[in-house]
C-alpha cells in the first residue's frame, strides 16, 4: 500500500506516511531541508525551482500553522498556490471528494496537499489521480502527519546532531495522535536509541508495544535522563469517550513542570508541535524557557515542508 | 584520463594574476569572494588566501537556482549556501572551477542578487572551455581549451587537486 508513495525508480512521488520509507530518504530530506534554511538570510525569500508549477492546498479539516507554512513553502518556491476553503466549496453541496480533485486534476494542477480527517484520504486521492500529480499528506485522521514528523525530526537533528544515542520521550495523547505515529516510525528509521511514550493507559493504543516503544505509564519514570521531550496536545475533539477525569488532573499526572522536567538531562529540548494548551500539558514557563524549541519548529517547518515539495515534484512522473 | 598538460598550480597562478590586475583595474575595494560548489569552492579557497581577501569566502551551492530542475531534478547532495548577509553595494568576485555553457554563473547571479544589489560582480575561471550557450563569459580565466563534442572537463578534490577529461555520450552543463 505504502509503494505508492515512490515512483518506478524509488524516487518520492507522494508523501503520505513516513510507513514504507526508508533512513535514505529520510535523510536525504533532512538535508535538503538545511540548504533551505539558509534562505532566510536572502533578500528575495524566493528560489525559481518550482516555477510555474501550481500547488492546490485541499483543507478538509481546519488548520493554521500547517496551512500557512505549505502556503509559504510554495509561494518560497515560486510556485502558484491556492488554498481551498472546502467548508464553503463544493463537498458542502454534496460532490464527492473524487468528483473535487478531478476538477482540480481538470485545471492542470501538480500538487494537492491534503488535510483530511479520514485517515487514509491521501492515500485515496493518490491511488486515484493522474500520474503527473505528488500528493502530500498534511494529517490524515488518528492516521499520519509526516511533515510535522519530519520537521521534528530536523529540530532534533538541528539540536543534537545525531540520532545515535538519544533518548525520546513522547508524552500525552498517542492514541488520537496522528504526529505521535508518525514520530515514533521517524524515530526508529532514523536509529535513536530509545523511544518512550508516556501516557495514561486510556491514552494508549492498545498495540503500544508493537510500534517499537517503551510504554511508562509514570511520567517521571519515563523523563529520566531523556535527551528530547516532545509534548503532545490533548485532542478533546477526537475524544468521543471518558477517557481523563478532568483537564487539571490530567496536568497534575501528566504535565510538563519544571521540577519534572529536572529529570531530563540537563540539556534536554522541549518540543511541541503545537497549538499548545499551557497549563494542560505544559507549564507556561518551560514552553517560554530557555529549553524549548517550539518556535523554532515553527521555523523549520517551512524549510522542510519545501524540500518535501521539491523532491516529490522532481520525480519523473510529476515532470514529465 | 588525467590531463598532465594542464598543471594546476601554473593556472592558479595565471588566474591569480589576472584577478589582481582586474581589482586594480575595476577599483574592486574591499571585495567579497564566492566559490561555487563544489570546485570552485576549492579554487576559491587557494585564491582567498593568495589575494589576502578580508571578509571570509562565501559558499553557493546554485542547485536551488538551476534551469534544469524538470529535467534532472535535485542536486542529490545539495549543500546550503554561506554567504554574507548584506551583499548589497558590494564588489564580489565569483570564482568557478570550469567554464562551460555558461547555465551555472547565470544560476549564480540570479542567487546573488536575490541576496541584494551588489556593485560589481567579477567572474573568474580556473578553465574556460567552447561551448557557451547563453551571452556571459569570465573576466579572467587560468587557461582556455577547446575539447572535441561529448567530451567533459572536471576539476577533482580537494586534495589533492586534479583536471579529469571524461568522454559522455551526451553533452552535459558545467
Same mark, same amino acid.
Request: aromatic share 4%; proline share 4%; with cysteine.
Given at each position: @500500500?505504502? $509503494?505508492?508513495?515512490?515512483?518506478?525508480?524509488?524516487?518520492?512521488?507522494?508523501?503520505?506516511?513516513?510507513?514504507?520509507?526508508?533512513?535514505?530518504?529520510?535523510?536525504?530530506?533532512?538535508?535538503?531541508?538545511?540548504?533551505?534554511?539558509?534562505?532566510?538570510?536572502?533578500?528575495?525569500?524566493?528560489?525559481? +525551482?518550482?516555477?510555474?508549477?501550481?500547488? *492546490? $492546498?485541499?483543507?478538509?479539516? $481546519?488548520?493554521?500553522?500547517?496551512?500557512?507554512?505549505?502556503?509559504?513553502?510554495?509561494?518560497?518556491?515560486?510556485?502558484? *498556490?491556492?488554498?481551498?476553503?472546502?467548508?464553503?466549496?463544493?463537498?458542502?453541496?454534496?460532490?464527492?471528494?473524487?468528483?473535487?480533485?478531478?476538477?482540480?486534476?481538470?485545471?492542470? *494542477?501538480? @500538487?494537492? #496537499?491534503?488535510?483530511?480527517?479520514?485517515?487514509?484520504?491521501?492515500?485515496?486521492?493518490?491511488?486515484?489521480?493522474?500520474?503527473?500529480?505528488?500528493?502530500?499528506?498534511?494529517?490524515?485522521?488518528?492516521?499520519?502527519?509526516?511533515?510535522?514528523?519530519?520537521?521534528?525530526?530536523?529540530?532534533?537533528?538541528?539540536?543534537?546532531?545525531?540520532?545515535?544515542?538519544?533518548?525520546?520521550?513522547?508524552?500525552?495523547?498517542?492514541?488520537?495522535?496522528?504526529?505521535?505515529?508518525?514520530?515514533?516510525?521517524?524515530?526508529? @528509521?532514523?536509529?535513536?536509541?530509545?523511544?518512550?511514550?508516556?501516557?495514561?493507559?486510556?491514552? +494508549?493504543? /492498545?498495540?503500544?508495544?508493537?510500534?517499537? #516503544?517503551?510504554?511508562?505509564?509514570?511520567?517521571?519514570?519515563?523523563?529520566?535522563? *531523556?535527551?528530547?521531550?516532545?509534548?503532545?496536545?490533548?485532542?478533546?475533539?477526537?475524544?468521543?469517550?471518558? +477517557?481523563?477525569?478532568?483537564?487539571?488532573?490530567?496536568?497534575?499526572?501528566?504535565?510538563?513542570?519544571?521540577?519534572?522536567?529536572?529529570?531530563?538531562?540537563?540539556?534536554?529540548?522541549?518540543?511541541?508541535?503545537?497549538?499548545?494548551?499551557?497549563?494542560?500539558?505544559?507549564?507556561? /514557563?518551560?514552553?517560554?524557557?530557555?529549553?524549548?524549541?517550539?518556535?523554532?519548529?515553527? /521555523?523549520?517547518?517551512?524549510?522542510?515542508?519545501?524540500?518535501?515539495?521539491?523532491?516529490?515534484?522532481?520525480?519523473?512522473?510529476?515532470?514529465? | 584520463?588525467?590531463?598532465?598538460?594542464?598543471?594546476?598550480?601554473?593556472?592558479?597562478?595565471?588566474?591569480?594574476?589576472?584577478?589582481? &590586475?582586474?581589482?586594480?583595474?575595476?577599483?574592486?575595494?574591499?571585495?567579497?569572494?564566492?566559490?561555487?560548489?563544489?570546485?570552485?569552492?576549492?579554487?576559491?579557497? &587557494?585564491?582567498?588566501?593568495?589575494?589576502?581577501?578580508?571578509?571570509?569566502?562565501?559558499?553557493?551551492?546554485?542547485?536551488?537556482?538551476?534551469?534544469?530542475?524538470?529535467?534532472?531534478?535535485?542536486?542529490?547532495?545539495?549543500?546550503?549556501? &554561506?554567504?554574507?548577509?548584506?551583499?548589497?553595494?558590494?564588489?564580489?568576485?565569483?570564482?568557478?572551477?570550469?567554464?562551460?555553457?555558461?547555465?551555472?554563473?547565470?544560476?549564480?547571479?540570479?542567487?546573488?542578487?536575490?541576496?541584494?544589489?551588489?556593485?560589481?560582480?567579477?567572474?573568474?575561471?580556473?578553465?574556460?572551455?567552447?561551448?557557451? &550557450?547563453?551571452?556571459?563569459?569570465?573576466?579572467?580565466?587560468?587557461?582556455?581549451?577547446?575539447?572535441?563534442?561529448?567530451?567533459?572537463?572536471?576539476?577533482?578534490?580537494?586534495?589533492?587537486?586534479?583536471?579529469?577529461?571524461?568522454?559522455?555520450?551526451?553533452?552535459?552543463?558545467?
Amino acid at each position: @500500500m505504502n $509503494n505508492i508513495q515512490l515512483d518506478s525508480q524509488g524516487k518520492l512521488k507522494h508523501f503520505l506516511s513516513i510507513d514504507g520509507l526508508n533512513q535514505q530518504i529520510l535523510t536525504e530530506i533532512l538535508d535538503t531541508s538545511e540548504s533551505f534554511t539558509s534562505m532566510s538570510k536572502q533578500q528575495v525569500k524566493k528560489v525559481p +525551482l518550482l516555477r510555474g508549477k501550481t500547488i *492546490v $492546498n485541499l483543507f478538509f479539516e $481546519n488548520s493554521t500553522r500547517t496551512r500557512t507554512t505549505f502556503e509559504l513553502a510554495a509561494t518560497r518556491l515560486s510556485a502558484d *498556490v491556492l488554498s481551498l476553503n472546502i467548508a464553503t466549496s463544493a463537498t458542502s453541496k454534496g460532490e464527492s471528494l473524487l468528483d473535487t480533485i478531478h476538477n482540480l486534476e481538470a485545471m492542470h *494542477v501538480d @500538487m494537492f #496537499v491534503v488535510r483530511h480527517a479520514i485517515s487514509g484520504a491521501g492515500h485515496f486521492i493518490a491511488q486515484n489521480i493522474a500520474p503527473h500529480i505528488s500528493v502530500i499528506n498534511a494529517g490524515d485522521g488518528q492516521h499520519a502527519h509526516p511533515t510535522q514528523a519530519m520537521l521534528d525530526m530536523f529540530t532534533i537533528r538541528q539540536y543534537k546532531h545525531s540520532f545515535k544515542s538519544l533518548k525520546v520521550a513522547v508524552i500525552g495523547d498517542i492514541l488520537h495522535s496522528r504526529v505521535a505515529r508518525s514520530q515514533i516510525q521517524a524515530l526508529n @528509521m532514523l536509529g535513536v536509541e530509545e523511544v518512550r511514550v508516556i501516557a495514561p493507559k486510556t491514552l +494508549l493504543p /492498545s498495540h503500544v508495544k508493537s510500534l517499537g #516503544v517503551q510504554a511508562f505509564n509514570d511520567i517521571e519514570q519515563g523523563l529520566v535522563d *531523556v535527551d528530547v521531550v516532545i509534548m503532545l496536545r490533548l485532542q478533546k475533539e477526537r475524544m468521543t469517550a471518558a +477517557l481523563l477525569p478532568s483537564e487539571r488532573e490530567y496536568f497534575k499526572c501528566y504535565g510538563l513542570t519544571e521540577a519534572r522536567l529536572k529529570l531530563a538531562k540537563s540539556d534536554a529540548i522541549v518540543m511541541h508541535p503545537g497549538p499548545i494548551n499551557r497549563g494542560v500539558e505544559i507549564e507556561s /514557563s518551560i514552553a517560554d524557557g530557555p529549553q524549548s524549541v517550539i518556535l523554532q519548529q515553527v /521555523s523549520n517547518g517551512i524549510a522542510v515542508r519545501m524540500a518535501i515539495m521539491s523532491i516529490t515534484m522532481q520525480s519523473n512522473g510529476a515532470v514529465l | 584520463m588525467t590531463d598532465n598538460t594542464l598543471e594546476i598550480p601554473a593556472l592558479l597562478t595565471t588566474l591569480e594574476t589576472s584577478l589582481r &590586475q582586474k581589482i586594480a583595474s575595476r577599483k574592486l575595494t574591499d571585495p567579497i569572494m564566492i566559490g561555487i560548489h563544489s570546485g570552485g569552492v576549492w579554487i576559491a579557497e &587557494q585564491l582567498h588566501k593568495k589575494l589576502e581577501i578580508e571578509e571570509p569566502l562565501g559558499l553557493m551551492d546554485i542547485s536551488f537556482y538551476r534551469d534544469d530542475f524538470s529535467q534532472l531534478g535535485m542536486h542529490p547532495k545539495v549543500k546550503p549556501s &554561506q554567504l554574507p548577509a548584506h551583499m548589497e553595494g558590494r564588489n564580489i568576485i565569483l570564482i568557478d572551477d570550469v567554464f562551460y555553457t555558461g547555465r551555472t554563473v547565470r544560476a549564480a547571479l540570479n542567487e546573488i542578487f536575490d541576496y541584494g544589489r551588489p556593485d560589481q560582480v567579477v567572474l573568474g575561471v580556473l578553465i574556460e572551455r567552447d561551448g557557451r &550557450q547563453v551571452p556571459l563569459q569570465p573576466d579572467c580565466s587560468g587557461c582556455s581549451v577547446t575539447l572535441p563534442i561529448g567530451q567533459r572537463i572536471k576539476l577533482t578534490g580537494p586534495a589533492p587537486l586534479g583536471i579529469h577529461i571524461q568522454s559522455f555520450p551526451t553533452e552535459s552543463d558545467e
